[in-house]
């Protein structure tokens, strides 16, 4: 008997080779992948090893012991053992060649995963290069970076006329949700959380201004924040120069009755901004909401934040409110890669947009188009 191993790149190579010199008749003993040779991971080796009876099955064929001879008879047995042997051998191949397929299959796909990365990996070609590397070099996270790039691959390359920027907005634009902002339809209550510096207090008198004096509303402020030293006055100006009335609620308990004393069709709640780390103010939040009804959450973020504690700070602020988002000092950010990426990966509404101190003037819906303009162009 010869028992031999064969390798190849594929089960069905080795299988090939194997059949090749030994013949059809051969029994595969075992396959699986190869342990002596090194191979790219999308094209590991597999190796079987057969065996055979020696001389070959032509050879063992002609010398069969005729039909007339006695089954009892150990040429008979012999027979009927080479053809169990031979049956089996013919299951086996056709299981392992199932498997071939089944990994062939696989390995076409890894394979053609190889080609996409390699254009983006170190022998990137077209437009899909010069996009990845321009989201890198806005500070986009390298795994979105990565996927918008892949995503121009696998697609239709784009338009000749297409400038750079203009690809970019628009595979970033396919990626964000229509704009949510507040609705206005019926008397609303909104209250505004984020972290510590991120623009609550600023942004609340800015849509203060926009639905009292453009959408001719009726506007309550109500601070919740006596944390901070010279919080309360902060928004008293603002309140004072628009021209609605702003209360101070010492306790949540407070919300309900400052509410019932000052009807208005809009109602702005402002918190005060601690760390994520701080239980007792993630407490607070929730039973804000609780007492003042809320019809809306918007959660401020900074676009000089990182996106990864960007994100884990969206995710500690809201907790299992339905938040929405509004990206502040986007003015202050040296690029909108780091937000982007928090947007994309938290994939929640977009309200708004802040880019500067003026009020009402620098605060805009978060339309998809706008959001790719910022990171493409660097403007609105």
Known sequence: MIVKRYTGKTAEEALVLAKWELGEDAIILSSGKARDRWWKLWETGYQVLVATDYPSSKERTTARVPDSESP?????????EETAVTAYAATNALATDERSL?????????????????????IPSGRAEEVYAWLIQEEVAETWAR??????????????????????ARIIGAHLAPPAPISIAE?????LIGPTGSGKTTTIAKLAAYFHLEQKKSVLLITTDTYRVAAVEHIKTYAEILGVPLEVAMRPQDIPGIQKKHPA?????DTAGHSVNHGLYMAEIQT????????????????TMGP????????????????????????EAHHGGAAVSALLSLGWPLAYITDGQGVPDDIRV??????????AKGVF
């Not at 008397?187 to 209250?191: A, C, E, L, M, S």
């Not at 804000?288 to 676009?303: C, F, H, N, S, W």
């Not at 990864?308 to 003015?331: F, G, N, S, W, Y």
Request: charged share 25%; with cysteine.
């Open 72 to 80: 009892s008879t150990p040429a008979m047995v012999s027979s009927l």
């Open 102 to 122: 089944e990994l062939s299959q696989v390995l076409d796909l890894l394979k053609g995963l190889d080609r996409r990365l390699d254009r983006i990996e170190g």
């Open 147 to 168: 996927r918008l790039a892949h995503e121009l691959v696998d697609t239709d390359e784009a338009p000749e006329e297409e400038t750079l920027e203009e690809t970019v």
């Open 187 to 191: 008397p609303t209550v909104v209250v």
């Open 265 to 269: 069709d809009v109602v702005l709640i």
């Open 288 to 303: 804000i909401v609780q007492y003042a009804k809320a019809r809306e959450v918007i959660l401020t973020l900074p676009a």
């Open 308 to 331: 990864t504690t960007m994100v884990e700070t969206a995710h500690r602020l809201a907790q299992d409110l339905p938040v929405k988002l509004c990206i502040t000092k986007v003015d």
């Open 366 to 375: 978060a339309f998809p188009d706008t959001v790719a303009q910022w990171i």
